[in-house]
């Protein structure tokens, strides 16, 4: 292990690595902090850079972009109430307040320091974690992985905002279209209707670039809200935080582990981890009728366990090859497109390449904090931006990362039937995410349940005669019945309290 860490610093630590991740970290931040745009739709605009770079460099590269766009999301939160990412969002109750009380020095200094100390412990854990759990998943087989990602993927659905119906329809969705093309194991093709050009299937850039970054900057630039009030904020400069932070050990011991856990879960992520330990910190506070008010305690617990979360999501997606969220399904989907296998057997057969990733992304967390420290007076600058230079040109970079992909123009139009795709699913309130964990897994979950009813004397019921396998069928089959019986527990239960009346 000791080897590998070395030859990890090896490989960041040349003029080239410092230089692409320091401009990778600076390039996801500013994405990060435009509402509308995220790390997400930052790493989705890089990835066909990276077709040409050695898989070292690609990785620290999208990894120092991947913990920019994170970092980045609390600058519109604080300075204009408009969070710059969805991990952001509760920052705004007291970050904001701050700002109008003539603090955004304060608050601007205090999330930047609990980025950090939520990115870079977070990643340290996550290194020895996926150690530990490799091991314990190189001995799992066919069944216990199509058990897996079924359990990740019905996670998803279950924890999908709004209707579980519509999550179940977005899962849906993404299988069928990761079932386009030559069927893996037999090479049968499906769903071609006799074009070549579906014979491949749909890649995952076209699908990330229409689904996801075409349909967002249409509704963003569609929307009314923009940040031209941020050119009226003064920052003077760095505040030290250390008195602040002295005062919130606590708090911030309590969000991290909060972000950390939460992250591990799929489907969950820094948009609900900040959530959480913004109401944990609330109610464990002795000063509660503070918050929402600009109380420093409030842009700490988000900021911290929204960071918290990237060493979370890190530990499925490394040792077990399941994606947590679209960031992460794009990291293991960059790997594929390198020609690499994503799962257990990555630390095995790729040591260097893990624990590269996981050195680039500490680095990338002080390159963040260093220039969130030393440019912070420039902050709200990034907020003053013209949308319409701006939108227009991502869309270009979107349509040319589709075509260079494939090299075909075929994909062009399939990025513009996405977008339209993206868009009626946006229209009727059905969630992305799903689509997404189901669009990567989908190859997945086929790949191993063809291979497991392969085996002789193979049937549906061996993947309840295997301990793992049995458990997470069980836990998949406990979450699609949980909200059934949580209605009708709850419906009871409220039904003998008004008897009682």
């Not at 209707?193 to 749909?202: M, P, S």
């Not at 505040?239 to 991290?256: A, E, G, M, Q």
């Not at 069928?473 to 059934?484: D, E, K, R």
Request: charged share 10%; aromatic share 12%.
């Amino acid at each position: 292990m000791l080897v590998n860490i070395l030859s990890a610093l090896t490989n960041v630590f040349t003029p080239f690595g410092l230089l692409i991740s320091l401009l990778g970290a600076t390039y996801g931040m500013i994405l990060g902090a435009i509402p509308g745009l995220n790390a997400t739709t930052a790493l989705i605009l890089i990835l066909p850079v990276t077709y040409a770079m050695k898989t070292i460099h690609a990785y620290i590269l999208l990894m120092a972009v991947w913990i920019g766009g994170i970092s980045g999301g609390y600058i519109g939160s604080i300075l204009v109430g408009i969070p710059g990412t969805i991990g952001s969002v509760a920052t705004v109750y007291d970050g904001y307040e701050m700002t109008k009380k003539g603090e955004s020095g304060r608050a601007l200094s205090a999330a930047a320091v609990a980025n950090f100390l939520g990115t870079v412990p977070s990643l340290i854990i996550a290194m020895f974690a996926c150690k530990i759990i490799s091991q314990f998943a190189v001995g799992l087989g066919a069944w216990e992985y199509f058990s897996l990602c079924m359990c990740a993927m019905v996670l998803v659905v279950t924890l999908s905002k709004g209707n579980f119906f519509k999550g179940m329809i977005s899962t849906g969705l993404g299988l069928l279209l990761a079932e386009v093309g030559f069927a893996p194991v037999c090479a049968t093709p499906r769903f071609t209707f006799g074009h070549y050009e579906l014979a491949g299937g749909f890649t995952l850039v076209c699908v990330m670039m229409g689904l996801f970054a075409g349909r967002v900057i249409i509704l963003e630039y569609a929307r009314e809200e923009r940040t031209g009030e941020a050119k009226k904020i003064k920052v003077t400069g760095f505040d030290n935080p250390l008195k602040d932070y002295k005062s919130n050990i606590k708090n911030t011991l309590r969000s991290f582990f909060i972000g950390l856990w939460i992250g591990f879960l799929p489907g969950m992520g820094s948009a609900l981890s900040n959530v959480v330990a913004y109401a944990q910190e609330q109610s464990a506070s002795k000063h509660p009728e503070e918050f929402g008010h600009g109380c420093v305690d409030g842009v700490i617990a988000p900021e911290v366990a929204n960071n918290a979360s990237v060493g979370g999501a890190l530990i499925p997606a490394i040792s077990l090859g399941i994606p947590g969220d679209g960031a992460t399904a794009l990291l293991l989907g960059a790997l594929i497109l390198h020609g690499i296998d994503a799962g257990p057997l990555l630390m095995a057969k790729e040591p260097e390449l893990v624990y590269t990733i996981f050195v680039c992304g500490i680095l990338a967390g002080i390159f963040v904090l260093a220039v969130q420290i030393l440019g912070i007076k420039g902050l709200p600058m990034l907020l003053n931006i013209p949308y319409h230079w701006l939108y227009p040109a991502i869309v270009i970079f979107c349509f040319i990362g589709s075509y260079v992909s494939s090299a075909n123009t075929f994909t062009l139009f399939a990025t513009l039937g996405l977008t339209l795709l993206g868009l009626w699913m946006s229209y009727a309130g059905i969630p992305a995410s799903p689509f997404c964990l189901a669009f990567v897994l989908g190859y997945m979950v086929e790949t191993n349940f063809r291979r497991a009813m392969s085996y002789r004397n193979a049937t549906i019921l061996t993947f309840f005669t295997r301990p793992v396998s049995c458990i997470l069928l069980i836990v998949a089959f406990a979450s699609l019945a949980w909200p059934y019986i949580r209605e009708h527990f709850f419906a009871g239960k409220n039904l003998a309290a008004e008897d009682e009346d």
